[in-house]
T-cell receptor, first 109, second 115 residues
Framework: GQNIDQPTEMTATEGAIVQINCTYQ??????LFWYQQHAGEAPTFLSY??LDGLEEKGRFSSFLSRSKGYSYLLLKELQMKDSASYLC??????????WGAGTKLIIKP | IAGITQAPTSQILAAGRRMTLRCTQD?????MYWYRQDLGLGLRLIHY???????GKGEVPDGYSVSRANTDDFPLTLASAVPSQTSVYFC??????????????FGPGTRLTVL
C-alpha cells in the first residue's frame, strides 16, 4: 500500500528553527509537495520538490531524497503565525496525490 | 480573481436528504478534485476530473457522485446523506498540462454536519 508518515504534532519556540520530516512509500514518484493549513482554513501551497536536494524559499526550505523516500520542511526564524498544520503529499505514478495526515506545529513565545 | 469558490460555507443536514456541494474555479484549470478531511486522517480523495466531460473515482467514492459539464464547475452530490459523511469538504483544481507541476489549489471548504 501507499503510505506517508509525518509526526502528529511538534512544538517550537518563536525565533527558533524547526524541521518537519516526511517519509513516504508510494507506487512511483512524480514529485513531493508541502502545504500549510491554518485551523479552519484551506491548505495553501508551500513547496514542490521533484529532484534531490534543497529548495529554499525565504524562511522556508524543503529537502528531498528520493532514494531514501524522505523529505523535510525547514522553517527558520519562527513566527507565531507559523502555527499551523503542515501537510506532506506525494504525486504517485498515476499522478494522484497521496496525502500525509499532517503535522500540527505549535509555536510558543 | 476569485480562484476557487465553494458553497455553502457550512450546512447541517438531516440523514437521508440529498445535498449538492458547489465548486467553481475561474483559473481555466483542466483538473478538479473533491476531498474530505477528517481529524487525524488527512485529506482523502472522493472523486476527480482530469478534464471537462470526464470523471474518476478516488479513494472514498461511495455515497458521492460528481459531474463535469464544463471547465469551471464541479458539483459534488450526496444522494442520501448519512452521519459518517459529516466532514469538511474541499474542492481543488490544478492545471494538469504537460510540463506543469500539477500543483493543486484549494477552495475555502464546506463544513457539513449530517444528523
Amino acid at each position: 500500500g501507499q503510505n506517508i508518515d509525518q509526526p502528529t504534532e511538534m512544538t517550537a519556540t518563536e525565533g527558533a528553527i524547526v524541521q518537519i520530516n516526511c517519509t513516504y512509500q508510494t507506487s512511483g514518484f512524480n514529485g513531493l509537495f508541502w502545504y500549510q493549513q491554518h485551523a479552519g482554513e484551506a491548505p495553501t501551497f508551500l513547496s514542490y520538490n521533484v529532484l534531490d536536494g534543497l529548495e529554499e524559499k525565504g524562511r522556508f526550505s524543503s529537502f528531498l531524497s528520493r532514494s531514501k523516500g524522505y523529505s523535510y520542511l525547514l522553517l527558520k526564524e519562527l513566527q507565531m503565525k507559523d502555527s499551523a498544520s503542515y501537510l506532506c503529499a506525494v504525486l504517485d505514478s498515476n499522478y494522484q496525490l497521496i496525502w500525509g495526515a499532517g503535522t500540527k506545529l505549535i509555536i510558543k513565545p | 480573481i476569485a480562484g476557487i469558490t465553494q458553497a455553502p460555507t457550512s450546512q447541517i443536514l438531516a440523514a437521508g436528504r440529498r445535498m449538492t456541494l458547489r465548486c467553481t474555479q475561474d483559473m481555466r484549470h483542466n483538473a478538479m478534485y473533491w476531498y474530505r478531511q477528517d481529524l487525524g486522517l488527512g485529506l482523502r480523495l472522493i472523486h476527480y476530473s482530469n478534464t471537462a466531460g470526464t470523471t474518476g473515482k478516488g479513494e472514498v467514492p461511495d455515497g458521492y457522485s460528481v459531474s463535469r459539464a464544463n471547465t469551471d464547475d464541479f458539483p459534488l452530490t450526496l444522494a442520501s446523506a448519512v452521519p459518517s459523511q459529516t466532514s469538511v469538504y474541499f474542492c481543488a483544481s490544478s492545471e494538469a498540462t504537460s510540463g506543469s507541476t500539477d500543483t493543486q489549489y484549494f477552495g475555502p471548504g464546506t463544513r457539513l454536519t449530517v444528523l
